[in-house]
T-cell receptor
Framework: DQQVKQNSPSLSVQEGRISILNCDYT??????FLWYKKYPAEGPTFLISISSIKDKNEDGRFTVFLNKSAKHLSLHIVPSQPGDSAVYFCAASAEQSRGGSNYKLTFGKGTLLTVNP | DSGVTQTPKHLITATGQRVTLRCSPR?????VYWYQQSLDQGLQFLIQYYNGEERAKGNILERFSAQQFPDLHSELNLSSLELGDSALYFCASSPQGLFPYEQYFGPGTRLTVT
């Protein structure tokens, strides 16, 4: 039972255009969401996060939108650059798992973003 | 560089064998998490330690175990290895305080079971 779903295995965009990566979740207890970027042969790198009390969080070229009623979040990258080409993972954390400093993350399967020059 | 180190980088072993993966968290981080990434799968949470104590368990097999030592480094022990255990194993650590969700990952250990 996959609680965090990234339904697009891959996405290809042109340099300078917007990249939109999507993520859906099923567990209504999730209240904190994160995006990680992963290059080949490296570990995931934290990119941006959002609390469930917000619907938008922006950091430079990266913006995450959260629609709690639809249990959907998206990552927008504007403008996209070739260096953004990587696998992007959506992750979520649930209040009930946070007792006693437990902040376990549940990850989606990832979306491979390719930004073409 | 996340500050989390993992050794070895690659490990090739045979079915039935036992291996130990090692992780050193970022300086000051008390929590260590272990994740498994199999082919075409997302990262699956295995187990978490906080300051030497087990805090949470995920889909970790009984053949697998972990511990965190007084110097906060952690080891993941995998025994009676099967072909299906071939995967990338990541360790992550997280800071205390305001943003404990933001885990910092090591480069991973690629385990190949033949």
């Amino acid at each position: 039972d996959q609680q965090v779903k990234q339904n697009s295995p891959s996405l290809s965009v042109q340099e300078g255009r917007i990249s939109i990566l999507n993520c859906d979740y099923t567990n209504s207890m999730f209240d904190y969401f994160l995006w990680y970027k992963k290059y080949p042969a490296e570990g995931p790198t934290f990119l941006i996060s959002i609390s469930s009390i917000k619907d938008k969080n922006e950091d430079g070229r990266f913006t995450v939108f959260l629609n709690k009623s639809a249990k959907h979040l998206s990552l927008h990258i504007v403008p996209s650059q070739p260096g953004d080409s990587a696998v992007y993972f959506c992750a979520a954390s649930a209040e009930q798992s946070r007792g006693g400093s437990n902040y376990k993350l549940t990850f989606g399967k990832g979306t491979l973003l390719t930004v073409n020059p | 560089d996340s500050g989390v180190t993992q050794t070895p980088k690659h490990l090739i072993t045979a079915t039935g064998q036992r291996v130990t993966l090692r992780c050193s968290p970022r300086s000051g981080d008390l929590s260590v998490y272990w994740y498994q990434q199999s082919l075409d799968q997302g990262l699956q949470f295995l187990i978490q330690y906080y300051n030497g104590e087990e805090r949470a368990k995920g889909n970790i097999l009984e053949r697998f175990s972990a511990q965190q030592f007084p110097d906060l480094h952690s080891e993941l022990n995998l025994s009676s290895l099967e072909l299906g255990d071939s995967a990338l194993y990541f360790c992550a650590s997280s800071p205390q305080g305001l943003f404990p969700y933001e885990q910092y990952f090591g480069p991973g250990t690629r385990l190949t079971v033949t």
